[in-house]
């Protein structure tokens, strides 16, 4: 490992105790792979430098980048980092002016943090304000403005108005043809000349705004890395969620990063998902054009985040379960000298139900989200069944009306397994094993067949399954179940009364508790 990458003190990583994903040494590697890139070969010249790093959505790309960002604040001396949000900032026209004025306080703040003398402050300030008048005319050329209004006032012509009548068709009247026609062809023709020779040194002015901000910005971050090693370089600029935002700010936003911000000493890394961006160039320059060739232009490096084991996430999920552990049965088959409704018990049903279901990451959370929503509504005398909880939870994300019908054509095998395989394409499996008295017996388990059992108890009334089945094998899974819904039976019951399940009320509390807002 090079000496460039800064390794922290035991106290600064505690931004990496929730990495349940394991991701942390992909930023440690990410991290020298980009020191690599821009400032080892010459520290004294470094490089641009842009990254893509690549996963779908609800694969925890967010997460990750805010732990490697403290990583790299925490490091000594640290990184300068600016973290930007595409999709919070998409409501605003121009995605450029929203990045600078980010950009910009970043550098100020990194000024006033980092600076030892107020000397140094004054220059890079300085620095950092000319770049922002550079930047500010690259963006809005006057010439430009002056050029349009010589066009107006030679031929009462607007430049706009100019432009969208190449677009019409020659057989439509216009009544631009009206205000040529007043003011005659030679007027036309000195307008045009004055406008596109102000476009040209329009042009030239913001080839050179451009240079400019970039020397500027440059130069500012040469001081504050090279004064008492104030910072290290290069300064990371992470760009979030740029997948989600509107296709026109989304590339936008990606042609400013390449030709605006392409500075020596600046690392862009683009979290997103790569497909999806390309859906997004397609829908800017048509279905026909070549996005992801495009975008593989747009990006020096692109990194594929590794997809995030389920198991993982489950725990981190389920680190609220204190809340419930009194109450909670995983409705796992049971094992001998295994503890009874674990949290790894837990974790394994929850994953269970997150295969069977093919939930991402994102999906994940709120179907638990849902789950503890609902859980809420359980009495507190009541045990919490989390496998049938979960398993509802899922089936009301994937298909709220699937749920609704199975609800209400009680104990229809027909109807449940064509809402099943509706929502379940690839059911997923565990093995079981059943304790013999010199052996063990192996069976295979389908979710779908712990899912019926759990549904028909639903409906049923206690006292007549109590009576049907008094016995109930401990290790008969998934019949094994009903034990513990058995369990809520009364020591002494009433002659003809009617003892229906808690679980009856499962559907209704996933129900009103799905509609809470998925969380972004």
């Given at each position: 490992?090079?000496?460039?990458?800064?390794?922290?003190?035991?106290h600064?990583v505690?931004h990496w105790?929730g990495?349940?994903?394991?991701?942390?040494?992909?930023?440690?590697?990410?991290?020298?792979?980009?020191?690599?890139?821009?400032?080892?070969?010459?520290?004294?010249?470094?490089k641009?430098?842009?990254?893509a790093?690549?996963?779908?959505?609800?694969q925890g790309?967010?997460?990750?980048?805010?732990?490697?960002?403290?990583?790299?604040?925490?490091?000594?001396?640290?990184?300068?980092?600016?973290?930007?949000?595409?999709w919070k900032?998409?409501?605003?026209v121009?995605?450029?002016?929203?990045?600078?004025a980010?950009?910009?306080n970043?550098?100020?703040e990194?000024?006033?943090?980092?600076?030892?003398?107020?000397?140094l402050?004054?220059?890079?300030?300085?620095?950092?304000?000319f770049?922002?008048?550079q930047?500010?005319r690259?963006?809005?050329?006057?010439?430009?403005?002056?050029?349009?209004?010589?066009?107006?006032?030679?031929?009462?012509i607007?430049?706009?108005?100019?432009?969208?009548?190449?677009?019409?068709?020659?057989?439509?009247?216009s009544?631009?043809?009206g205000?040529?026609?007043?003011?005659?062809?030679?007027?036309?023709?000195?307008?045009?000349?004055?406008?596109?020779e102000?476009?040209?040194e329009g042009?030239?002015?913001?080839?050179?705004?451009?240079?400019?901000?970039?020397?500027?910005i440059?130069?500012?971050?040469k001081?504050?890395?090279?004064?008492?090693?104030?910072?290290s370089?290069?300064?990371?600029?992470?760009?979030d969620?740029?997948?989600?935002?509107?296709?026109?700010?989304?590339i936008?936003?990606?042609?400013?990063?390449?030709?605006?911000?392409d500075?020596p000493?600046?690392?862009?890394?683009?979290?997103?998902?790569?497909?999806?961006?390309?859906?997004?160039?397609?829908?800017?320059?048509?279905?026909?054009?070549?996005?992801?060739g495009?975008?593989?232009?747009?990006?020096?490096?692109?990194?594929?985040?590794?997809?995030?084991?389920?198991e993982?996430?489950?725990?981190?999920?389920?680190?609220?379960?204190h809340?419930?552990?009194?109450?909670?049965?995983?409705?796992?088959p049971?094992?001998?000298?295994?503890?009874?409704?674990?949290?790894?018990e837990?974790?394994?049903?929850?994953?269970?139900v997150?295969?069977?279901?093919?939930?991402?990451?994102?999906?994940q959370?709120?179907?638990?989200?849902?789950?503890?929503?609902?859980?809420?509504?359980?009495p507190?005398?009541?045990?919490?069944f989390?496998?049938?909880?979960?398993?509802?939870?899922?089936?009301r994300h994937?298909?709220?009306e699937?749920?609704?019908?199975?609800?209400?054509k009680?104990?229809?095998i027909?109807?449940?397994?064509?809402?099943?395989?509706?929502?379940?394409?690839?059911?997923?499996?565990i093995?079981?094993?059943?304790?013999?008295?010199?052996?063990?017996?192996?069976?295979?388990v389908?979710?779908?067949?712990?899912?019926w059992?759990?549904?028909?108890?639903?409906?049923?009334?206690?006292?007549?399954?109590?009576?049907?089945?008094?016995?109930?094998?401990?290790?008969?899974?998934?019949?094994s179940?009903?034990?513990k819904?058995?369990?809520e039976?009364?020591?002494?019951?009433?002659?003809?009364?009617?003892?229906?399940?808690?679980?009856?009320?499962?559907?209704?509390?996933v129900?009103?508790?799905?509609?809470?807002?998925?969380?972004?």
């Amino acid at each position: 490992m090079s000496e460039s990458l800064k390794v922290l003190n035991d106290h600064e990583v505690d931004h990496w105790d929730g990495d349940r994903l394991k991701r942390k040494g992909y930023s440690l590697f990410l991290t020298q792979y980009l020191l690599n890139k821009t400032v080892e070969p010459d520290p004294h010249s470094p490089k641009p430098f842009t990254l893509a790093l690549d996963a779908p959505w609800g694969q925890g790309k967010s997460h990750f980048i805010d732990a490697w960002m403290k990583d790299l604040e925490l490091s000594d001396p640290p990184n300068l980092v600016m973290k930007f949000d595409a999709w919070k900032a998409d409501y605003l026209v121009d995605p450029l002016i929203a990045f600078m004025a980010a950009f910009k306080n970043c550098l100020d703040e990194s000024v006033k943090r980092h600076c030892p003398s107020e000397d140094l402050k004054q220059t890079i300030k300085e620095k950092v304000e000319f770049a922002v008048k550079q930047a500010r005319r690259a963006l809005f050329p006057a010439v430009m403005q002056v050029g349009a209004a010589a066009l107006k006032a030679t031929t009462g012509i607007a430049a706009h108005e100019l432009f969208e009548f190449t677009k019409e068709s020659p057989d439509q009247p216009s009544e631009l043809l009206g205000k040529i026609e007043e003011g005659g062809i030679d007027a036309l023709n000195e307008g045009l000349d004055k406008f596109f020779e102000k476009a040209l040194e329009g042009q030239n002015e913001r080839t050179f705004a451009i240079e400019a901000f970039k020397e500027s910005i440059a130069a500012a971050l040469k001081l504050l890395s090279s004064e008492k090693k104030v910072i290290s370089m290069p300064m990371f600029v992470f760009i979030d969620e740029l997948d989600r935002a509107k296709p026109s700010f989304s590339i936008a936003m990606l042609e400013g990063i390449k030709h605006l911000f392409d500075i020596p000493g600046v690392c862009f890394v683009v979290s997103t998902n790569m497909e999806q961006l390309a859906f997004s160039v397609n829908a800017i320059y048509g279905s026909g054009f070549d996005g992801r060739g495009y975008l593989k232009r747009m990006f020096d490096a692109e990194y594929t985040l590794p997809p995030a084991l389920g198991e993982s996430f489950a725990r981190l999920l389920l680190e609220n379960v204190h809340y419930f552990e009194d109450s909670i049965v995983s409705g796992m088959p049971a094992r001998q000298g295994a503890q009874v409704d674990s949290k790894d018990e837990l974790i394994e049903a929850f994953s269970w139900v997150a295969r069977a279901f093919e939930l991402d990451l994102r999906s994940q959370r709120k179907v638990m989200d849902t789950v503890w929503a609902a859980a809420v509504g359980i009495p507190n005398d009541k045990k919490i069944f989390f496998l049938w909880l979960s398993i509802i939870a899922a089936w009301r994300h994937k298909s709220p009306e699937g749920c609704i019908e199975i609800f209400n054509k009680k104990n229809d095998i027909t109807t449940f397994e064509k809402c099943w395989q509706q929502v379940v394409k690839h059911d997923s499996r565990i093995k079981v094993m059943i304790p013999k008295s010199f052996n063990h017996d192996e069976r295979i388990v389908m979710l779908k067949e712990v899912a019926w059992r759990y549904f028909q108890a639903t409906f049923e009334n206690l006292e007549k399954r109590s009576s049907a089945e008094p016995d109930i094998n401990l290790y008969d899974y998934p019949d094994s179940v009903l034990i513990k819904i058995m369990d809520e039976l009364p020591r002494t019951r009433l002659m003809h009364q009617q003892y229906p399940p808690s679980i009856g009320s499962y559907f209704s509390l996933v129900s009103t508790a799905g509609h809470f807002s998925d969380r972004a």
